[in-house]
């Protein structure tokens, strides 16, 4: 099912703002979903997808539905950024209630916010806040908006909808969100395209564009960008935009190619008969010109003294000066200079490295140096390894994101909650709203599929307090390398 935007991008089809939605089954049902629980239930919701996935796409359908399905809801729209204040999110906030703050204090001005809310609920409206980004806000902004949600008389709450990514079950599970573990929150997932869906994503597209009907999305190209992006919306679009990029660049003389007008094709077509006629000219008045002569040339012989049979002393059959350049018949590329080449032997790769790489596995398969055993010994935990190991494991691979805290204390007791296999843990730091953040990380898995049959065997308690999040080893990677997430 295809949904029509206004506008349409004829250039660039796989840009940010496409000119179609494009919907299957499981994100109508979960647009259904959120539209159904803000409508009857007072819980928080966590719209929760990877980075891509497709999360501020789902909010913006979600504010064209309540537009044109739900005329009775306000619904404001934050966009976050780690900068926000939580003053300046009431003030901003206050400001679409068209309030006035006039430099009053923080508690007056949640007061009045408060207020300005349940004055709209008794106008027969519904307060709707749509957070995108949600786990990029300052703690205190966050709890300050969780808070809106879920503390206070009913009249004076919004409805709260956070647009985030999973590693926000990491941040709610602190301390400083006690009021989040004892209250209903609704989780759900944004889903990942199927093969087929992201075929028919890539020609939504592209419908309405220059490339609607000539492109280079045949059947293994189309294979081969389903199984890089996994089905994810944003990778989707990276990897197609690229292509696209390489095939137009093919394509651009035929395409910048000037159109001949009809007075200048005639000119050319004058011009050419005229040359023809005066070719035909000249050949009748001097025919001679063009025939070809069939006696070969008689060459003056005279008698010569025979040449020596012994060579001269100031002749040599090797040139003075060797030529660098090869023999006429040998191609130049095919020369190799063999006298500054020193053969360096290869490693040699045992059974179990070559049948690792054949899984696409990393070939890192020796045991962990002390230096990535160190890093969590103050845990008790010696075994859990550290970031260094994880920088040496295979990039395309996928892990599972156990838990995320600004403090040991808080890793320790979550390790001593769940009974965890100690050699499948690690362990890496990062900085997260200006503070060191401690991220723990559980298994390598070569594919999305194993990494999802892992987190079943988890603790059911553990997957309904914190849900693990399925990760690829790529972007903890990149998080290692910038130091913050």
């Not at 919306?233 to 137009?248: D, R, Y």
């Not at 023809?276 to 050949?283: A, K, R």
């Not at 350049?325 to 095919?334: D, E, F, G, Q, T």
């Not at 988890?458 to 998080?479: F, V």
Request: glycine share 4%.
């Amino acid at each position: 099912m295809f949904i029509n935007e206004d506008s349409t991008r004829l250039h660039d089809p796989f840009g940010d703002k496409p000119h179609k939605y494009f919907v299957t089954p499981e994100l109508s049902q979960r647009l259904n979903l959120i539209r159904h629980l803000i409508a009857n239930s007072e819980q928080l919701i966590l719209a929760l997808a990877d980075t891509g996935g497709g999360k501020t796409t789902l909010l913006y359908q979600l504010r064209k539905a309540a537009a044109k399905h739900h005329e009775y809801w306000w619904v404001y729209t934050l966009n976050s950024t780690p900068a926000l204040s939580a003053d300046v999110f009431i003030s901003t906030l206050l400001s679409s209630f068209n309030v006035r703050q006039d430099g009053k204090p923080s508690q007056i001005l949640q007061e009045s916010l408060r207020n300005h809310i349940a004055s709209t609920r008794y106008n027969s409206q519904l307060p709707v806040l749509l957070v995108d980004d949600a786990h990029l806000l300052p703690l205190a902004t966050l709890k300050l908006i969780i808070e809106l949600a879920m503390q206070g008389e009913p009249l004076t709450r919004m409805r709260v909808i956070l647009f985030c990514e999973p590693q926000i079950t990491s941040i709610l599970a602190t301390p400083e969100f006690e009021i989040v573990h004892n209250t209903l929150t609704h989780t759900l997932d944004i889903p990942a395209f199927s093969k087929i869906q992201t075929r028919d994503y890539i020609q939504c597209r592209l419908d309405g564009t220059k490339y609607s009907t000539i492109h280079p999305f045949n059947s293994d190209t189309l294979k081969k960008i389903y199984n890089e992006s996994e089905g994810i919306p944003g990778e989707i679009n990276l990897l197609a935009q690229e292509i696209l990029k390489k095939f137009a660049e093919q394509r651009r003389d035929f395409l910048l190619a000037p159109s001949l007008s009809y007075p200048k094709l005639m000119w050319g077509i004058n011009f050419i008969i005229l040359l023809i006629g005066l070719g035909l000219l000249l050949y009748w008045q001097n025919p001679q010109w063009f025939t070809k002569s069939t006696t070969a040339p008689q060459l003056s012989m005279t008698p010569t003294s025979a040449a020596p049979t012994s060579p001269s002393p100031w002749r040599s059959d090797k040139p003075l000066i060797a030529s660098t350049l090869p023999p006429a018949s040998v191609p130049i590329a095919a020369v190799e200079d063999t006298t500054s080449v020193v053969p360096i032997p290869a490693p040699k790769s045992s059974p179990a490295s070559a049948l690792a790489q054949a899984a696409g596995l990393s070939t890192s398969a020796t045991p962990a140096t002390a230096t990535d055993l160190v890093a969590a010994d103050w845990l008790g935990q010696s075994k859990i390894k550290n970031e260094q190991w994880l920088q040496r494991q295979n990039s395309n691979a996928y892990t599972l994101q156990l838990l995320g805290a600004y403090d040991a204390l808080t890793i320790r007791k979550f390790l001593n909650q769940y009974s965890l296999n100690s050699d499948e843990l690690a362990m890496f730091k990062a900085i997260y709203n200006g503070k060191e953040w401690l991220v723990l990380v559980y298994g390598v898995y070569s594919n999305r599929t194993q990494a999802l049959a892992a987190l079943q065997t988890l603790p059911e308690s553990l997957q309904k307090t914190s849900p693990p999040w399925i990760r690829k080893l790529e972007n903890i990677q990149k998080d290692i390398q910038n130091g913050k997430l």
